[in-house]
């Protein structure tokens, strides 16, 4: 085993990454020391990146998507979650959030992405200066959380790193009480819209109508992950038209069963809940940062129409567990979902692809992955 | 019986009231003529004066809140909905919404309250003008339609009135998750506010905070229907504060459990989404017409929040047969909130009393009510 | 259009079929004369011929399942349920269920399947004499009931013939709890088994278990049709062998998460409930007459096992209406459930072919269907 | 504070208990020593005491129904579960369970009473013998496991004592589906069915029926516990008299919404599910070992009964966070379920009151409860 590692470490908001190294620790009982294979980039690491995220301190490694080989097992880990056997060796994909299991939200609420004395990787430091492989921006990443779950897997990093935004998507359908032969609407064409999108589909949605774009690749990717049709924003303008094109698809026009926000735009709140059918089902599950209000009206937005608005914030244990055997039945081309496969130390310069209408390397992005490669 | 019937007409919106006499239906089989005894006047019963509510046609015969004897029965109805034995001379509450039964929202959504092919006393003519007495603001009500479901009674006429505003208590509490033990708040002062109020706490809320007022006697009247903790709008007028202060009465300052918006107001359901604790439910029952917008926030209020937020229109048929051995159980003074009976010909004064601060007779009403007598 | 129509009748239990010929009537108001072009043959029918189901009126004209084109069209009758307009020669599929829409089972339990005052085609008489087209079993059927839902589609009939099991199966999943990423158990091998696992694995079952066959053919048809893996209790005869190979495809060995009982035979829930996982669902609905008892340990097999059992009672329209376009997106060779198609003739000898181990003109039957040509 | 503390142990099944004394612990960090009051007698204890329960190791220090004060706190606790402040020498309840908060049952099923990688006082040896107070058959126990969660409180111990029960049941109706105005049957006058009776009364049914005894005491204590109509099955005992009777006081006999079975009978499955209504709710609360087998109909009992029949299992911490302020609040006589109050020495009489008609000292038992008093 190596004996050194590299880490990406952001300084300050809007800072500079810079590739460290640091002698690699020797796991304790119940760790587990990972050499990363492949990290996701998320929108949230952007606003991270930005300072846009209240509560987090910087110096910083972020990455919180990330599948990797086992470099070295603490004593006492024989298995993984769910109690197939790991070895040194064995690719594993790391469930970043650690729920606490003791606090109101874990054993009350039953919600364990509100708990708030949990840890996750990518999103803190542990706190003890020895050892910095606390997130996915780097080259090994020490589990040295006892609670951590680590999932098995022979599936390819480019699938494998998907798990974490099915694991957003499978706790935003477990809210939406969506049902056989439903129509749902998809807003955002970003990995939490499409992740969504499967997930609807696979859960028996028989129509998807996806709003997004607004470029023809991102409508291509809609139609290959599932969407029976899609509109594109930068094509159909005006909300009141795309409004009444949904309607226009369903029964007598009363518009669509569940609606999923995952645009992270506040207007997009006031027009899906237009599109929205009554008694039906609204899930926001795209506003992962503070980006503005919307105005509402009780009466005609909820009240009257006798809706279910679901607020669905992150992704718990449940949606990797849940999400692995769906990956693995490879049911959509998730790896084409994987624009860009970069070294760590291009960093930089993807922190501002969103900046530059998502382009990079002359080509649109939509997931882009880190690997553990420095050059 | 009697050969004529008065029946209050509303001309146009805000318009006048005239007492008009009509000769009395004999009643086909399967329908029941009501000798009305006491009716309600509600919120919606002035939206509708003052022609705030979308879909309803003027002459018209306002009233959906009442409780009459049998005048006459039709042909082949011999038991009320839940199977009791009724005669004339018995005293029945009418429900006055009659779902069609058969069409998507009957059927499929299962949400009978949206149902746009149904019929609802007080809310619509019949469509046939040889007879009038289609709402409860009048000496008799024609029960024409087939489905109507009507309950016997043996209630005292103060608290049998009140069943219609019990039902609408009961879907905003099935919609609201409510466990016991719960820290539950409600907004609103008012009949649905305090209905609510009773609903929570016969449901099993451990602790109930009720904000409203602005006058004493509703603090008075809150306090007397269950609240465990009251807080006065016209004392406490910051919202920042109330929110602190209901945070302060719940675990670890987390938020109350449950939110029952029945204030009406716009900015309501802002500070209601404050003082409630991520993954909470929040239900709005109060807007029952459209009084304006409010600005939320969708990472804030609904998204990192994981809240469920549930729009409950009206009340089902459900509601009615459940509220009733709620009433007869009689462990609120529900007759209380009975502030008025006034004969019909008062309602002219009636819609004008929330324009004059509630004051009528030199009394601040609650729920007013109008009997059968003219004079 | 003819003048007569050809009739099915069976004059009692066990007795005889006999084709009589009968005026067919004109549409009243609100009613639709269908020409019968195809209709299933049902397990139920089966016990009906028997005598076997209690409330049933002899002589009668069973079949409960069928698609047809429009004959005549009554007055008022427009568009099918779901708005699309019908004129004379569409095809459409009845919904043979005909909930009152009014009573405590419909309005406040809201479970249509067992309300007792509504009306079936195909399991009772209309109760006047004059006509006799009341169940799929004839040339025509007239649905002289007004709230009869009928759904227009260009399905293939023997497609559109097994929307009827698909209500069922969808009936039951909606009260499976289901969630995406599940193991699911299929207990039975006939059209409600298979009805049920395509149900299942639309709503996302990761991996489905069928126990049933015990022919090859039907095994064939259970892997055609979904499943995952398969075991035929003609080659694993002992209950224990088979509940610990479905634990053994488990997670850590706890059982399937969902087991849908599809047999029909007492036994198999007892052995459904050994192979469930603790905390999971347990559906119930192969059961459609009485065909014996089971024993069962509270402790082990419900208490201690923290399980929800669901009875889960014949398809609501809701089943109709939602899985039509699941049929219409033809995941599965669904034609192929349907092994006979035969005369009205004949159907004497269809009631005999399960005691003749299923077999019908030197061939294995699954879904034996009946056309309205006579010969 | 003491130097020891005693406890007493149980050999094995049918054994003798011995009161020993062991040095005290000095509670490491996390942990808490608590000086125990008042423990009460479960049927479970019973149980265990006859060695009926698999997977306890002897000898053992049983109890895990217990209030105390703590005696000595491990460096780092200040609060209890809710954040109130605690110090030496408050009273708190202790959750007996400990769920681990990281297996599959806790985080994907979310069922924490079907973990089996946790703690629970009274059922377990902590696996160290160097220490004894692992149960609250003692002077003092030693909360050694640093999830375990206490609850500050000022009830009397007569009444605190209680929560434990009170969680299950809890529990119970957590899974009931109860409305508001539901008929409820209670099957069962222990400690289980009474609480379950007050639990569900609380969370709003209008109609408890009561069936149990047999001693006219029992009786007594569920009149004082919220029964409306009790029925003595030693007076009444044909079972289908006793369906007939509970039928005869719902909606048109079609018999009660929710049945708890808390008899702990297996017959008593059978007649419960034989006077719910179709649709209903049948919870299975009352087998806490394996007491013999039932014979059901799928058909009568199950499918064509549409019914929901939910296991619940054991008490949650989340039943003991609801049931607090619920105790609190002292709507009904709780202190009156504690029929003695006897020193640890006289438990091996206690383990034979159920054999003797539970009558102890003359007395009959319901709730047996020891002191940590040795004399």
């Given at each position: 085993m190596a004996r050194k590692g590299v880490v990406a470490v952001l300084?300050?908001?809007?800072g500079k990454y810079e590739l460290k190294e640091y002698p690699l620790p020797d796991p304790a009982p119940g760790t587990v020391l990972i050499k990363q294979e492949l990290g996701g980039v998320c929108g949230t690491d952007i606003h991270m990146y930005h300072g846009h995220l209240p509560g987090i301190t910087y110096p910083i490694c972020l990455g919180h998507e990330f599948v990797g080989r086992i470099a070295a097992l603490g004593k006492g880990?024989?298995?993984?979650?769910?109690?197939k056997a790991v070895k040194e060796g064995d690719r594993v994909i790391v469930v970043p959030g650690v729920g606490c299991g003791k606090c109101y939200w874990c054993e009350?609420?039953?919600?364990?992405?509100?708990?708030?004395?949990g840890f996750a990787y990518g999103f803190f430091?542990?706190?003890?200066?020895?050892?910095?492989?606390?997130?996915?921006?780097?080259g090994y990443v020490y589990l040295?959380?006892?609670?951590t779950a680590i999932l098995k897997t022979d599936l390819p990093l480019e699938v494998g790193v998907l798990l974490e935004p099915i694991s957003v998507a499978l706790h935003a359908v477990s809210r939406s009480n969506i049902q056989l032969g439903d129509t749902v609407v998809i807003q955002g064409s970003g990995a939490v819209g499409l992740s969504c999108q499967v997930c609807a589909k696979l859960a028996g949605a028989a129509k998807i109508i996806h709003i997004g774009g607004p470029t023809p690749f991102r409508i291509k990717m809609a139609k290959e992950f599932g969407a029976d049709i899609t509109i594109n924003i930068a094509e159909v303008k005006d909300p009141e038209e795309r409004i009444q094109m949904v309607k226009d698809k369903t029964i007598k026009g009363i518009g669509a069963d569940v609606v999923f926000e995952?645009?992270?735009?506040?207007?997009a709140v006031r027009e899906g809940l237009d599109m929205l059918r009554r008694s039906g089902t609204f899930v926001e599950?795209?506003?992962?940062?503070?980006v503005g209000e919307v105005s509402l009206n009780p009466f005609t937005h909820i009240c009257n129409k006798n809706v279910s608005l679901q607020g669905s914030w992150g992704g718990e244990v449940e949606g990797f567990v849940r999400g692995l055997p769906i990956l693995e039945k490879?049911?959509?081309?998730?790896?084409?979902?994987?624009t860009h496969k970069l070294p760590l130390k291009r960093l930089n310069e993807i922190m501002q692809a969103p900046d530059k209408g998502y382009i990079l390397d002359d080509k649109e992005s939509l997931k882009i992955t880190v690997s553990s490669e420095t050059s």
């Open positions: 300084d300050r908001p809007e880990i024989t298995t993984d979650f769910l109690g009350i609420a039953k919600t364990p992405t509100t708990c708030e004395e430091s542990d706190g003890n200066k020895e050892y910095h492989f606390t997130g996915g921006y780097a040295h959380h006892p609670r995952c645009a992270g735009a506040p207007q599950v795209g506003h992962f940062t503070d490879r049911q959509f081309p998730y790896e084409k979902l994987i």
